[in-house]
């Protein structure tokens, strides 16, 4: 089996170069994706071949689990759904993080030359857009997503100094093609059945889709009863609390600091050495898509790379005086707590630096968001049972998230399941989540391209704590014990896990 992995993960790196730069894997740095047609059919062509070659092997390990979860999930996105010729954003995805993770973490013989490389290779890779995509499946959603990341893409390049004059006019080009020659005319849903197959065949959750909805359901029911019918002016009120624009990064690595300390101090979870941590701005082209930030984990290919960056989107002062109000408020003292131990310790971070240390090279590069995002909601309840929320603020607000978090799963399965239109997505954010307008429509908008991975954050926490009730009634339960021994399956599927190991 050892053979045919490598095979599998070097064909993946060689059709999936950005990919393989993002993981530390640099062998392809100099080299962006091929998203002809010829090359679109290659890479069909490995999935059926990788495909049948794990259905009919007869050694069937969780490696092999995973690795045919992420066959059928590559079937169902890129073949069924047919994401080349109905996602535009993919392109210009591509294009500037193919740039970006050599800029964020360059291997330093070899980055000038592929920083060069990759530039010279956008308006190959915008042309192939414009050839791919077909407006009777391209939905105005995601052009609307697609022309956030073009504006980006253009103030990202204008200020690259290596950024050459025809791959900003391939970018503007690309921009012109969205606008007016695109007739965009189809639908993002991807359909109650290939929704239900990522369900069970991917994330190996033995749910339908209707399940699922009523769980969020009844998980928001619960969860409103336990804030109590004063919550949302308790939520107002916290959100007056905030840094200034200028004290907005280094808020956030103290509040990282000081959970790191609880931890540390409490022995939750063990944090192995060697690790280290940053909190950086976003990069400009990022900005507009991701409005408050984003974590980007160590590279987990990468043995002399051990840095998790925490990236904060700065407060833009050229921004009306009530959208920097509003932005600022998102990052108000109480919400910069819950993000920093959802993100960093001992949430996303330390998970996944124990997935670098511990987990196979299958597991490292394909990582389960059920776990990843699973193991983040969890660590906000670990954190308040442990003693680390000295004020019921705190509480409020982590009983807020996880309500959120429940609508997620009625909004995924509504929007991909149930015809529900964008606009109508946003209200059940904005009526029982307590988002913002503007966040919930922006939160709803990237519903639409990654079905399941919405409720990705409840369905693995769901599946953890089941996997701790089963492990606290065994004799000598020990807490940290039981952490390291779940992170030690790395970033696969909790659902996956064998009930047996606790």
Known sequence: MT?????????????????GTH???????????????????????????????????????LDHRVLLAEMVRLTIVDDEWQWPRRAPQLYLEQALNGLQYLLARPPAASASEAILARVDAIPRLL?????????????????EIALVGSAGAQRFLAELPVATESARQAVADFEQFLQVDLEARGSFALGRDAFERLLHEVHAVPLSADEVFDHGRELAQQLLAQLGPSWRS?????????????????????????????????????????ESFEVRP???????????????????????????????????????????AELLEAHCFTAVRAICLHETFPGHHVQLWHAKLRGTPVRRQFPSPLFTEGWALY?????????????????????????????????????????LRLEDAAQPLIELGGLEPNTARGEALRYTSSPTQPGSYMLGRDRIVELRRLAERRPGFVLAEFHRKLLGFSSISPALIPESEF
């Open 127 to 143: 042309l192939e857009a414009r050839r791919n995509l077909r407006g009777d499946l391209v939905p105005p959603e995601f052009v």
């Open 234 to 274: 308790e939520v107002e009120s916290l959100k007056r609390d905030h840094p200034t624009r200028e004290a907005l990064l280094e808020t956030y690595a103290t509040e990282a600091l000081r959970a790191r300390e609880f931890v540390e101090r409490r022995g939750l979870v063990e944090i192995p050495p060697g």
């Open 379 to 419: 660590c906000e309840e670990l954190m308040e049972e442990a003693g680390y929320y000295d004020s019921p603020a705190l509480r409020v607000w982590r009983l807020k998230n996880a309500l959120w978090r429940a609508v997620r799963l009625m909004v995924d399965v509504g929007l991909h399941c149930r015809g």
């Open 282 to 324: 976003t990069a400009p082209f990022l900005r507009a898509t991701m409005p408050l930030g984003h974590f980007d984990r160590t590279p987990p290919f990468s043995p002399s790379d051990n840095l998790g960056v925490l990236y904060i989107t700065p407060v833009d002062p050229q921004l009306s005086d009530a959208r920097q």
């Open 3 to 19: 053979v045919v992995t490598d095979q599998i993960l070097a064909d993946y790196w060689r059709m999936h170069p950005v990919e």
């Open 23 to 61: 993981a530390g894997v640099h062998d392809f740095d100099s080299v962006a994706p091929d998203l002809s047609p010829d090359g679109l059919d290659e890479r069909r062509a490995w999935r059926e071949g990788a495909r049948s070659m794990l259905e009919s092997t007869v050694e069937a390990d």
